[in-house]
Structures are given as C-alpha cells and as structure tokens.
C-alpha cells in the first residue's frame, strides 16, 4: 500500500489515536516511545520502500523487519492492521488474555512479525542473522531492524554493531529511535550515548541523522539507505517521546505507563484536533 504525503500524515495521526484508545483498554502499555516513533513506521510500511504482502506474509523474497524494542508492540500492531494483515477491530485484544496481541510481538501468533521481542538488545543479531542468509541465498531483499536508543546500552548490541561492519552488510538499515529516555529516566543521566553517530561510524558503519517526525526527510534517509554499498547504514531518528499529547511529551514517566480514562480522554481531544487540521488540508 503506497500512499502520498498528507494521507501519511493523516495516518500517523489516527494512529496515535489508536494507540492511545488500545492503551486505555488494556490498562496497561507503553505511551512514550510508540506515540513517538509513528512516522518511522508509517514512511517505512507506506511510502512503497518496504517489499512486502500483506496476504502472503510469508512471500519469500519480502524485506525483513525486525522490532528490537518489542514495547513498541501498540505501534507494530497499528500499523501492521492498516497494511492489511489483520483487521483493526483485533486491535481491541492488546494484552488480553488469549489475545495474539500480547505485549510484547511473539513471532508464531501474528502474520507480520519477523521475530519475538521482550528483552531489548537482541534485534540487531537477529536481523544480521537474516542479512547474512539473504546474502548467502543471493536474495536482493533489505532487512530493517527498529532499535531503541535506551538499548544501547546493552552489550550484545556493540557485539552486532562490530559483526555487520565486519561482514559490510550493505543490505541491513537500523533505524534509532533517539528520543532520549528509557524507563529509569534520560539516557543521558542513565548511561551517556553520546557521540552516538562517530561510535556507529568507528565499527565501519555510514551514519545518517534525521528528524523523525518528517516524512520526506525519512523517504529519503531510507532510499538513501539503498545506494551505499560494503557498509550497513544507520539511521538515527530524532524523535519527540509522547508526541502529539502535550502532557506526556518529554515525560520519561509515560515510558511504561497506560493513561487512565481521564488522561485518554484530554490525549484523544488533543489528537482529534491536530487531525482536523490535516485533514482540512486534505480537502
């Protein structure tokens, strides 16, 4: 599904306020990092960048895309249900039992989902794992791995980063989430990341810095992504954590926290505005 700018923007829109309703009724989730991160996913599943079939979600020569930071599942979900590969009204399940809209994506239970998620830090080495196949099995296909800034943290993560500049996996784009919390607070504060871009560059990797809120900005970053050759490309997102909704914005409290009916309601009023406008544009 290939859609142009202002119904991306309206999207993005309506799911933020997905997320936030699927939240509510779970009574538990996170706010933060998936209400910030929503025009990553919208430009990567809805620009025509990503190779994929949505009724063959199995279709072999697909891109692959892996979900490191597995308490994006809201987003993931969302997106995955617009893009056709099940129906949005699943979407009310997040987190109930039985559901396969559990907390964190378990590969096995959802057609769309390249691997299981929960402890961050892994997605990396899944996603070199495929990389390396595909260029094994002289597939042309792209593997995409969304990361968290707060994982980096980990050490298996700098395991990875070394392996793909190693290996030259020109077919592999990670893509940072760098909205600057995690669960414990700023990640500055909690473990400094800093300088981020000349770390990935010193493993041999070409380093790209965005504003992840811009949707041309990230067309580019990602077709740009396609014409470097003998090194992985990272993308370094920089994101606003709870945007859309004034009062979780920058609030690393909101990072594992579902809003309560009072808060959903004053969030929704918040986004149902901004769509208005954008949707005023479209007419």
Known sequence: MKLVLKQMEDLATTI????????LK??????????????LYVALYFSGIL??????????ERDRVVISNGHYAPLIYTVLAHAGYFSLEELKTLRKLGSRLQGHPHRLS?????????????????AIGM?????MNKKKLQVYCLMGDGEQDCGNTWEAVMTAGKYQLDNLTAIIDRNNIQIDGFTE?????????????SFGWK????????????????NASKSVFVKPVLIIAHTIPGKGVDFMQWEYQWHGKAPNSKQAEEALRQLRSMKGQIESELD
Request: glycine residues 10%; negative net charge.
């Open 131 to 135: 990389a390396l196949a595909a260029k």
């Open 16 to 23: 933020r306020q997905e997320i936030i309703e699927m939240l």
């Open 207 to 222: 380093v790209l810095e965005i504003d992840g809120h811009n949707i041309p900005e990230i067309i580019k970053a990602l």
């Open 51 to 60: 190779n994929y079939d949505s009724k063959n979600p199995n279709w072999e």
């Open 26 to 39: 779970a009574k538990s989730g996170h706010c933060a990092g998936p209400l910030g991160a929503v025009e």
């Open 189 to 201: 504060n909690v473990m400094p990341l800093e300088p981020l871009k000349e770390k990935y560059e």
């Open 110 to 126: 959802l057609p769309g989902i390249e691997t299981s998620s929960g402890p961050v830090g892994e997605g990396l080495s899944q």
